[in-house]
């Protein structure tokens, strides 16, 4: 990791030479962590010192604040120096990120040709998979030989994201099949292409969830993957390091909707307490009100807890268990969907396991606690209530956990929003309503 303080030791020791020969042996997503924390004034120094192809990379992997206060500071000769090295899909996501202001100065000096594709790119749904590809691939025609191949992947590969796996196209751009350069490594330089071609290949649409298309690369074990229009006309690629950020996204929106927080882009601390607090505030409200079921049940069956005080004692044990276990099936029911291990038709299926397993949770649970209670209180009333209070609270809550995810899903929603929040929330009204009426049955008397 590159250290902040050496840098700015050497930058007001005005060692740029040194500080040169620093920055051409470390990586690029290194030093753009370490820009991040400059001020704007040290920041374009030590940029102006990286190299043309080398400051084009550390840019793409700054964070859009940084990246705007280094736009600011930049000549337009560097500006469109930058931009012209820089692949397109990582100018879009640059510009999706910025001011309308300062947009306008990057297209300003933003080469005509490569202005009109992100114009395309900023066309394409946000969550799409042409969202997220880039057009900078190698293409082949069939009928090439391994030689001639070879021969256009030097010619074009210095502009490609990638050259390992190319692109087989007929002439009307249609995807026809795929070739790696392992492959024609390992062929004879005659040998032609349409005979070392996979024309079993996967591909995703240019509309298809960018989400579904990132799974693929686990999937099918993928270092890219084609992009095809609604005509098959190949358009783009999504490479892994893509993917990765999707699937990055994508879990970091699934975690924050569990947790009942309005997901956002901006990480924590670039973002104010206020946005924080606005993300966190509705849920919360909603949350807060809906409790408010649970305290009318308690205000119900105010007769019994005033008989027997010793009911009480056992309400935030029933409520804790019945929202642990329907967290940890809610936890693992949103994790299969996410990856595909379960879909919508699963839930009968998925419902019957987590019976069986809340069966035998349930009957541990409830024998642990009876004896537990009959050894402390002596009260074989008291022991039963608990122990059918439990039972009934676990397989509820498991259901409940197994089946509100799978629901959400059926109906188009995002099954992290059925998660602990809203899960442990029904959870404690309905183990409540359970408890008190079990209660009310088997120690009728004692309440009466």
């Keep these: 990791m590159l250290k902040v303080d050496i840098l700015k030791s050497l930058l007001e020791q005005k060692r740029y030479s040194e500080l040169k020969e620093i920055l051409k042996t470390r990586n690029s997503a290194d030093i753009s962590i370490a820009l991040d924390e400059l001020g704007s004034e040290q920041l374009i120094v030590i940029y ?3 190299t043309k192809t080398k400051a084009a990379k550390v840019f793409s992997y ?6 705007e206060k280094l736009i600011t500071s930049m000549t337009d000769k560097e500006l469109k120096e930058t931009m012209d090295e820089m692949f397109v899909d990582d100018a879009v996501d640059m510009i999706e990120e910025m001011p309308s202001n300062v947009v306008k100065r990057i297209l300003r000096h933003t080469p005509h040709e490569q202005r009109e594709i992100i114009n395309m790119f900023l066309r394409y749904p946000s ?3 042409g969202s997220v590809m880039t057009i900078e691939f190698v293409d082949l025609k069939e009928y090439m030989t391994v030689a001639e191949a070879f021969a256009k992947i030097k010619k074009v590969g210095v502009d490609s994201e990638t050259i390992y796996t190319c692109y087989v196209l007929d002439e009307e751009r249609t995807l026809i099949g795929i070739i790696t350069v392992r492959t024609m490594l390992l062929a004879d330089s005659t040998a032609k292409i349409k005979d070392l071609m996979e024309t079993n290949f996967i591909a995703v649409n240019t509309l298809d969830d960018k989400e579904d298309a990132a799974r693929k690369f686990d999937k099918y074990d993928l270092l890219a993957l084609p992009v095809v229009d609604m005509e098959s006309k190949m358009v783009g690629i999504i490479t892994v390091d893509d993917a990765v950020d999707v699937l990055k996204e994508e879990t970091t929106e699934d975690i ?15 973002m104010s307490s206020l946005t924080h607090a606005k993300n966190r505030i ?7 009100l809906s409790a408010s079921i649970t305290g009318a049940i308690l205000t119900k069956y105010q007769e019994a807890i005033s008989s027997v005080p010793l009911l009480v004692s056992f309400i935030p044990m029933l409520m804790n268990t019945g929202g642990n276990c329907g967290n940890q099936s809610a936890s693992l029911i949103i994790r299969g969907i996410a990856l595909d291990e379960i879909v919508p038709s699963d839930f009968f299926k998925a419902l019957f396991k987590e019976v069986r397993i809340s069966l035998l949770v349930a009957l541990v649970l409830s024998l642990v606690n ?11 009333q008291l022991m039963v209530v608990i122990t059918l209070s439990l039972i009934f609270t676990v397989i509820l809550s498991k259901v409940l956990g197994c089946a509100l995810p799978i629901l959400a899903k059926k109906l188009k929603l995002d099954p992290a929003l059925m998660a602990a929040p809203l899960i442990t929330t029904i959870v404690d009204a309905c183990s409540m309503f359970i408890y008190f009426n079990i209660a009310l049955i088997i120690m009728g008397q004692r309440i009466g």
């Design 48 to 50: 102006r010192l990286l």
């Design 62 to 67: 700054m964070e859009p604040d940084t990246q």
């Design 127 to 129: 969550g799409s998979a």
């Design 256 to 270: 924050e909707k569990m947790a009942a927080i309005s997901p956002s882009d901006a990480s924590y601390f670039k």
């Design 282 to 288: 509705l849920w919360l409200v909603v949350l807060m």
């Design 370 to 380: 009876g004896l537990r209670i009959y050894a402390v209180y002596k009260d074989i």
